[in-house]
């Protein structure tokens, strides 16, 4: 069931939905800056960069990374629904932070080799996303330290 205060968002990649839930306050990572959602935000479509996807509900947080795509937010009858259409999407406690850190790895030294056989554009993405997963563990991590102190 839908409520006209909350907003009902879903994350969706290729292979599955991620999450179909209610939320107060959704904050996005934009192409054109961070967005805030909350029910009766504007309808939008716009991009995401590959960041923290951060889900407040009531006195809950859940965390995500996702790899860029698209968010698009309509307003229903019965409230407010976002969609995240992700390339990837993790919860922040499903990151696999040698994995990540691989990745960057593999994706700088791809880049200083300056070699005409190396897609950078490709290369460039995978960093993004690498460091935008590791940067979710990091904030994650630095969150829950301020909380238990
Ligand atoms: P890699 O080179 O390590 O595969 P990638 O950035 O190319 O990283 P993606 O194409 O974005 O990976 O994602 C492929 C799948 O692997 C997705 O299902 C994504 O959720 C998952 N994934 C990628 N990196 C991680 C990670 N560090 N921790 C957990 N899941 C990951």
Redesign the pocket.
């Known amino acids: 069931m839908a409520h006209a205060h909350k907003v009902h968002l879903r994350i969706v990649?290729a292979?599955a939905q991620v999450l179909d839930e209610e939320a107060d306050l959704v904050i996005a990572p934009g192409g054109a800056g961070e967005l805030g959602i909350q029910a009766r935000h504007i309808p939008i479509v716009t991009t995401l960069k590959p960041g923290e996807l951060r889900i407040l509900e009531q006195q809950t947080e859940k965390v995500f990374a996702v790899?860029g795509g698209f968010l698009e937010v309509r307003n229903e009858d019965e409230g407010s629904a976002a969609i995240v259409l992700a390339?990837?999407?993790?919860p922040a406690e499903?990151?696999?932070?040698a994995?990540?850190e691989?990745?960057r790895h593999?994706a700088e030294e791809r880049l200083a080799q300056r070699d005409a056989n190396i897609d950078a554009v490709r290369a460039e993405a995978?960093l993004m996303?690498?460091t935008a997963?590791l940067k979710v563990v990091e904030q994650t991590n630095t969150r829950r330290r301020n909380v238990g102190q």
């Not at 390339?87 to 993790?90: G, I, L, R």
């Open positions: 990649t292979d790899a390339n990837a999407a993790e499903g990151i696999d932070v994995r990540a691989a990745a593999r995978a996303r690498a997963r």
